[in-house]
């Protein structure tokens, strides 16, 4: 017959538990850090070339004409 005074000992589950959840932890964090660096990588590349569509769209453009005497002109035609 069983003792019912007597606990089972789970330390040792408990101990593989918190190993495994401290790697898996260990990595996601790899993970996550490894991906910041590409994505921060990428969006530096993208920063540098952000102004040249606007550059090259400023050739286009004409100015407006904001003056009242010629907003009449430009109503015109």
Not at 17 to 46: N, R, S
């Amino acid at each position: 017959m069983k003792n019912p005074f007597k606990k089972q000992d789970n330390s040792n589950k408990l101990i593989a538990g918190l190993a495994l959840g401290a790697v898996f932890a260990g990595v996601i964090t790899y993970l996550y850090i490894k991906k910041k660096a590409v994505i921060d990588a990428e969006a530096a590349e993208l920063k540098e070339h952000a102004q040249d569509y606007l550059k090259a769209k400023a050739k286009r453009i004409k100015k407006l004409k904001s003056d009242v005497s010629e907003l009449a002109d430009s109503i015109k035609g």
